[in-house]
Structures are given as structure tokens and as C-alpha cells.
């Protein structure tokens, strides 16, 4: 949900002590308790306070994501959300219709449809809409563009931007972010320590590489077509 202050550490921490015990428990946390530790200003609450309030407004595929569905990646999380206007219709969605959806198979279907089957995590998801989460798509997929069919992959570290910063980007233009190498990828823009999807995209000659230098000279020069 790309709360920033939320990270591993003090994920771990608040569970330990017993202030969060599940997911729709980040937004019911005790911070008259966690004001009460050391190393938690009054500064540093508050920020952690407005990230959570406001990861509510973040699109519903960010959502998705951070569910932490068995074999759903970000990529896969924004097919899903374009396919629904609300999040709650993937519980009448058969494996036929999920793997009728884009760069969907038998495997990552299965998933999907277990979770939205499963009534521990309905309920999850009713406290977490009962709390103000965004559960509904703004169908925002864009037709056109300067970037319209053509598909782009990161991998590596980015020094200049956020990768989902970097991903917005292209999707600004009409451009699909693909969640891995192939021969329908277009793009793959490359960062610091860039591994195995690198090495299979030089074995794909259709597919061009960029440095992230490269990426942004290319985006700003489609960016004023």
C-alpha cells in the first residue's frame, strides 16, 4: 500500500508487542501505546498516522496487490483491477473467466479464485472496505497515447525514480507494463544490479534495452509528441 514509515522493522515490532495481529489491524493501530516507545516522536507518529489514512485513497490494483495473493504481482494486479468495477465481483468470477483475463493461467487463476473462495479472507476484505479502502476500479486504462501497444518491463534498481513512478509513466502514455520477459515485450529498462531478466531479454533481439538514463530521455521526448 506504499506506506512510507511502514516498513519490515516496525511491522515486526508492533506484532510482537501485540498492537497489530492482522491486515485490517494497520488501520486500528494504538498509537497512544507506540507514542509510549522508544524512538517514536510525536513528528515521526503523526507522519506514520497521515500514510496510513492515506494509503485509503490508493487504486484499487494497489489493493490487490498488497493482499498478497499466491502468484499476483503488480502487473497482474492491474489486469484484475481493469476488469472489475469492484473488487468484491472476483467472488462470482469462475477459473474460466479469470483465465480468459490478460497474461492470466491455470496457475495464477487457481490462486485468485481460492482466495475470493475462501471465507477468512472475505471477511478480511469486508472489515477492510467497512474502514474506507478504495475497493472500486477507476477503469482507468488509457486507449492511445504515444506509447499505445507498446510494453515495458523494469528490473534492477532505480536510482531516479520510484518504479512505480517509472511504470506511471508509461502507462500515462498508453504503454503496458508486462510483469516478465518475452517475446510481446517491447522495453526492458534496466537498473543497478539488473539479473536474470536481463539475460533473457539479450537472447530476444525484438526486445531494446534502456538504462535508466535512456528511459527518461525517451519518455520525455514521446512525452511532448
Not at 494497489?62 to 472476483?90: H, Q, W
Not at 515485450?185 to 537472447?203: D, I
Amino acid at each position: 500500500m506504499d506506506i512510507r514509515g511502514f516498513g519490515t522493522a516496525n511491522v515486526q515490532k508492533f506484532y510482537e508487542l501485540g498492537f497489530l495481529k492482522d491486515i485490517p489491524g494497520i488501520y486500528h493501530l494504538p498509537f497512544h501505546r507506540i507514542a509510549e516507545l522508544e524512538g517514536y516522536g510525536e513528528k515521526s507518529i503523526h507522519n506514520l498516522q497521515s500514510a496510513i489514512e492515506d494509503s485509503k485513497k490508493q487504486p484499487m490494483y494497489r489493493l490487490i496487490y498488497a493482499l498478497g495473493i499466491r502468484y499476483v504481482g503488480e502487473a497482474t494486479a492491474k489486469t484484475l483491477a481493469k476488469a472489475v468495477n469492484y473488487l468484491m465481483d472476483f467472488k462470482d468470477f469462475s477459473l474460466e473467466a479469470l483465465q480468459a483475463l490478460e497474461d492470466v493461467g491455470p496457475k495464477v487463476a487457481g490462486s485468485i479464485f481460492d482466495f475470493f473462495k475462501n471465507s477468512d479472507n472475505l471477511r478480511m476484505l469486508a472489515k477492510l472496505e467497512s474502514l474506507g479502502l478504495n475497493f472500486r476500479s477507476t477503469r482507468s486504462e488509457r486507449a492511445g497515447g504515444s506509447l499505445a501497444d507498446q510494453s515495458f518491463l523494469f528490473t534492477g534498481t532505480l536510482n531516479e525514480l520510484k518504479r512505480s513512478e517509472a511504470e506511471a509513466l508509461v502507462e500515462a502514455q498508453g504503454g503496458k507494463i508486462l510483469s516478465g520477459v518475452s517475446s510481446k515485450l517491447n522495453y526492458l529498462v534496466v537498473g543497478e544490479e539488473a539479473g536474470s531478466k536481463l539475460e533473457k531479454a539479450k537472447k530476444i533481439p525484438s526486445i531494446k534495452i534502456l538504462t535508466e538514463k535512456e528511459f527518461l530521455q525517451f519518455i520525455g521526448s514521446v512525452s511532448k509528441n
